[in-house]
């Protein structure tokens, strides 16, 4: 990667480029060192050029709302994307169909559609991510995902060239999309069916007293740690963690809530290192107790 030209590159490049930025105030762990660079591209032309200039030559992460992944302390080689406001729009394509850029928030967009009397995007309400983010991790809650409600996702690949590919042609699976990672969705066609307003409303109140009885809030977490392991066990992942851990196992500032077992928090200056000694200790100790193989669902950025 040579810095000295993306630098150079700032000035026709349509979007931000910072260098050795802070990357802890991008995620809802609060943890993490620098990223060589960071690019918030302005436009589609932008994330265009951008990526036709380096992508060969330079690691790229697209980062979302930062609420399902844990960086690492060291400083990250390469460039984190960040999309923003111009990736942000939402539109009303029918009477049940909407179009929504990947840099909104999933709440945002199941606003949006309880205001224009379209069911099916509730579970989005509970969902702290983007909608780039939400398809990635094919995200859900109360029975429904990602999977249920898309029509089509808009991406662009690394080389830079742009594709539209219908939901019907992904393989998703539980928390996950079988697509690959040098993809950076750009925006995605959800379908609902129509509803009164108001019907929505209640049931979105519903389901974010439910979340709230069930897990903690106002806390730095990146949400569940592990995936369920529903090829293995009935059991939740949360129930095998409490059979297998002592509740007050932690690692420095990283520990287990006591709310929700799947949910670690950072509870103040915790290091990323001392993370994945609380999730390396926490899969040791469940694979001991119970047999079951455990696999992250938070993303680790190194
Ligand atoms: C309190 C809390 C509660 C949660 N509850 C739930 C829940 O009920 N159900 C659930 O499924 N998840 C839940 N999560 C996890 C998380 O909110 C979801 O996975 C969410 O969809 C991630 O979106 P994000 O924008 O934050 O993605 P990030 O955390 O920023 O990134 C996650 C992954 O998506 C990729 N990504 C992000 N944007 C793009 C893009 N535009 N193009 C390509 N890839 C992209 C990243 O590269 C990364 O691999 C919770 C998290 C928290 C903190």
Known sequence: MNIEDIKKSEQFIDGVILFDECIKKFNWFNIGGKTKILFKPNS????IEYLKLYSS???IFIL????????????????????GKSFANITLLDKETIVAGAAI????????????????????????????????????????????????????????????IPADKINFNYRSIGLPKDLIFLSATFKGNEKNSLEISNFMRELKQKKELAQPTRIKTSGSTFKNPIK????????????????KTGYGDAVISDKHANFFVNK?????????LLIKFVREEVMKK?????????????
């Not at 103040?268 to 994945?276: E, F, Q, R, V």
């Open 57 to 59: 030559r330079n690691k």
């Open 290 to 302: 119970t047999g079951v193989k455990l696999e992250t669902e938070i993303v680790l950025v190194e």
């Open 268 to 276: 103040g200056n915790a290091k990323s290192a001392d993370m994945k």
């Open 105 to 164: 928030s999933q709440k945002k967009v199941s606003d949006f559609a309880r205001d224009h009397n379209i069911s099916g995007l509730e579970f989005m309400s509970c969902i702290p991510g983007s909608v780039g983010g939400g398809i990635r991790m094919n995200s859900g809650c109360f029975n429904k995902e990602f999977k249920d409600v898309l029509i089509s996702i808009q991406l662009v690949d690394f080389k830079g060239v742009v594709r539209s």
């Open 232 to 247: 293995q066990t009935d059991k939740k992942v949360w129930e095998l963690i409490r059979l297998s851990i002592p509740s």
């Open 64 to 83: 979302g709302n930062g609420s399902n992944v844990l960086f690492d302390d060291e400083t990250y080689q390469g460039t984190i994307i960040k999309l």
């Open 44 to 47: 589609l032309k932008g994330l």
